[in-house]
Nanobody
Framework: QVQLEESGGGLVQAGGSLRLSCVAS????????LGWFRQAPGKEREFVAS????????RYADYVKGRYTISRNNARNTVFLQMNSLRSEDAAVYYC?????????????????WGQGTQVTVSS
């Protein structure tokens, strides 16, 4: 089983960009589909994006489509989330997660293990 660690969060102005990274330990990284989720205070954790094992397929939530890009580098055991045109409503703790089910899973129940999260704050 992989262990995941996110980084790259921080404070950004509305309209700005951030790139999140998630590094996995273990030698079976390419066996997992990967996803990003987020959770704002008082809200449930929600799906953001996912990517297939070979990077040929991706899925995005409607509220980030066209602004966010998920990618992965299996040689570096890393998944990325490029976030552009950030809005105040994008502020949340962002989590990466791995999945052994589906090509590009989107349901939270399909994912595990999870990273510890990285905070994204957007100032208006």
């Amino acid at each position: 089983q992989v262990q995941l660690e996110e980084s790259g969060g921080g404070l950004v102005q509305a309209g700005g960009s951030l790139r999140l990274s998630c590094v996995a330990s273990g030698r079976t990284f390419s066996a997992y589909a990967l996803g990003w989720f987020r959770q704002a205070p008082g809200k449930e954790r929600e799906f953001v994006a996912s990517i297939s094992r070979d990077s040929t397929s991706t899925r995005y939530a409607d509220y980030v489509k066209g602004r966010y890009t998920i990618s992965r580098n299996n040689a570096r055991n890393t998944v990325f989330l490029q976030m552009n045109s950030l809005r105040s409503e994008d502020a949340a703790v962002y989590y990466c997660a791995a999945s052994t089910g589906g090509v590009v899973p989107t349901r939270i129940t399909e994912f595990g293990p999870w990273g510890q999260g990285t905070q994204v704050t957007v100032s208006s």
